[in-house]
Structure formats: structure tokens, C-alpha cells
Nanobody, 122 residues
Framework: QLKVVESGGGLAQPGESLSLSCATS????????IGWFRQAPGKEREALGC?????HKYYPDSMVGRFFISEAESTVNLQVDNLKPEDTAVYYC??????????????????WGQGTQVTVSS
């Protein structure tokens, strides 16, 4: 069974950093591309970055500087620095099978986690 599970959300204060994790299982090999997205209330889902199967990372221009993707032993993590109230959203990890290319288009991804809520408030 293919699974995509996010964790690490919660309440944070402006200026803090937060790290989210994405764990995947059930995929037959490591040739997957992982994207991070978020959706705030009343807004479209937006891409935060992605990592392809050869471990190259890409970020939309609007996300460069505060969003960082990294790999741990069994997860792909997203760190968000200098949190702002407008970062409040449900954060999603998504997977598509393949090597390249990375994509910022949500429709390109076939498997999604349930999302994890991040709330930034003082």
C-alpha cells in the first residue's frame, strides 16, 4: 500500500522556524519525486519546493530564502524559517513516480498525504 504521511505541524510564533517531515512507504523503488505544497484558508494550493530522484532540489522564486528541503534517513523534510502569520496553512507532501523533472504543479502528483496544520500566531 502506498503511503505518504506528513508530520511536524503545530503552533509556532512569528520569527520561529518549523520543520515538517514527509515519510513515504510502499513505493517499489526510490525513483520518486517529492513536492511540498500548502493551502491556506480561502486560497489556492501553492508549491513550496520539490526534490527529484537524483536529489536535486528546486524552489519557486517566491519561496527562495525561507523554505528548505532536506533528507533524513527515511524522510524528506521541509524547514520553514522566519515564520509569518501568512504561513498559516495546511502543508502537504506529494509524490509522483519518476526521476525527473521536479514539478510545482499539483496536478502532476499522484499521491498525497493527509496534510499537517501549521498555525503561526503570537
Amino acid at each position: 500500500q502506498l503511503k505518504v504521511v506528513e508530520s511536524g505541524g503545530g503552533l509556532a510564533q512569528p520569527g520561529e522556524s518549523l520543520s515538517l517531515s514527509c515519510a513515504t512507504s510502499g513505493f517499489t523503488n526510490d525513483l520518486i519525486i517529492i513536492g511540498w505544497f500548502r493551502q491556506a484558508p480561502g486560497k489556492e494550493r501553492e508549491a513550496l519546493g520539490c526534490i527529484n530522484a537524483v536529489k536535486h532540489k528546486y524552489y519557486p522564486d517566491s519561496m527562495v530564502g525561507r523554505f528548505f528541503i532536506s533528507e533524513a534517513e527515511s524522510t524528506v523534510n521541509l524547514q520553514v524559517d522566519n515564520l509569518k502569520p501568512e504561513d498559516t496553512a495546511v502543508y502537504y507532501c506529494a509524490v509522483k513516480e519518476g526521476i525527473i523533472p521536479c514539478s510545482f504543479v499539483d496536478d502532476d502528483y499522484d499521491y498525497w498525504g493527509q496534510g499537517t496544520q501549521v498555525t503561526v500566531s503570537s
